[in-house]
């Protein structure tokens, strides 16, 4: 059973990048498609983008220009980059696979990143 | 395309039937829709999808069932467990527009 889990830094400054890395376990990450999703407090959901395991990527546009989704299939694993953040970037952040590209199945349990100096 | 879940809040007794509404801006492509279910401090769990949002996801008890085409879909609970008080998203897939959700419907208790 495929398992992920959202790890990273849970404070980052306004201005700076947040980074975060989700690690998949009982399956491989080649052959799907990968994602992360976010939500801020109290508020919805947003994604954010995809990757493909082969390396190829789409993003939310609202967020295209700070954003950076990349793969390590050595390490089973994903990453997230988000630059410039401000506070509307706190949120708790997921990762997710792409079930037949369309739906989100399984989830990681979320980290939450709160942008604050 | 924009979803918007009808109603904001419901608010019902475990044992009684729940009827959620997710309503696209405009017609949705193949009909394909997903239901998500969130707990509090959980992440969001795949209830159903594919078209209609009728196919129920693995594990899903068959008490949950979604049905709908174009642009009104529905989620419906037969009979209410205390484990199904939670947020319900709707959600669709546009391969030009991304990834939408609804805003969500609380499901809570009455």
């Known amino acids: 059973q495929v398992q992920l889990q959202e790890s990273g830094p849970g404070l980052v400054k306004p201005s700076e990048t947040l980074s975060l890395t989700c690690t998949v376990s009982?399956?491989?990450?080649?052959?799907?498609?990968w994602s992360w999703i976010r939500q801020p407090p109290g508020k919805g959901l947003e994604w954010i983008g995809y990757i493909y395991f082969s390396g190829s990527t789409n993003y939310n546009p609202s967020l295209e220009s700070r954003v950076t989704i990349s793969v390590d299939t050595s390490k089973n694993q994903f990453s997230l980059e988000l630059r410039s953040v401000t506070a509307a970037d706190t949120a708790v952040y997921y990762c997710?696979?792409?079930?037949?590209?369309?739906?989100?199945?399984?989830w990681g349990q979320g980290t939450l990143v709160t942008v604050s100096s | 395309i924009v979803l918007t879940q009808s109603p904001g809040t419901l608010s019902l007794s475990p044992g009684e039937r729940a009827t959620l509404s997710c309503r696209a801006s405009q017609s949705v492509g193949s009909s394909y829709l997903a239901w998500y279910q969130q707990k509090p401090g959980q992440a969001p769990r795949l209830l159903m999808f594919g078209y209609g949002a009728s196919s129920r996801a693995t594990g899903i008890p068959d008490r949950f069932s979604g049905s709908g085409s174009g642009t009104d879909f529905t989620l419906t609970i037969s009979r209410l467990e205390p484990e199904d008080f939670a947020v319900y998203y709707c959600?669709?897939?546009?391969?030009?527009?991304?990834?939408?959700f609804g805003q969500g419907t609380k499901l809570g208790i009455k």
């Open positions: 009982g399956g491989s990450i080649s052959g799907y498609y």
């Open positions: 997710a696979r792409l079930f037949t590209k369309r739906w989100f199945d399984p």
């Open positions: 959600q669709h897939y546009d391969s030009s527009q991304g990834y939408t």
